[in-house]
């Protein structure tokens, strides 16, 4: 009767060994991630700003918000740009204003955030 104590005593030690040296070998520390911030648009999360997304292939600025004001540049789909103002002509056509003049909203998607906008130019089909 004593010997059959002893091996199960034995086994459960075995198996306790075991299992210590499982969980030992398989709990390995991850590396450290690092989490690096893109500081080249401190405005990208701003509550209060808005970003938009040219959609169609190209758009002229205007410099005021009406078709047949001058011509200030050109933006290609694709590209993003941080909205300073928005306005609607007597059309009742949406314009945004951004540092290179005007755009009507026609040919922009119009985001609460950056990163919202990148997202969706990743996504654009040309």
């Excluded at 450290?32 to 893109?38: A, K, L, Q, S």
């Excluded at 292939?57 to 290609?76: F, K, M, V």
Aim: charged fraction near 25%.
């Amino acid at each position: 009767m004593m010997h059959r104590h002893i091996k199960i005593s034995a086994i459960h030690i075995l198996v306790i060994l075991i299992l210590i040296s499982v969980t030992f070998f398989s709990c390995h520390k991850n590396k450290e991630e690092v989490i690096e911030f893109n500081e080249s648009h401190p405005l990208s999360l701003a509550p209060d700003v808005e970003w938009a997304l040219v959609t169609d292939p190209y758009a002229a600025y205007r410099s005021d918000i009406e078709w047949n004001a001058e011509i200030t540049n050109h933006c290609r789909r694709g590209d993003i740009l941080q909205v300073y103002a928005k306005s609607i002509d007597k059309q009742k056509t949406v314009w945004y204003k951004f540092e290179q003049g005007w755009l009507p909203e026609t040919c922009l998607s119009i985001y609460s955030n950056r990163y919202k906008a990148q997202t969706a130019a990743e996504n654009l089909k040309d």
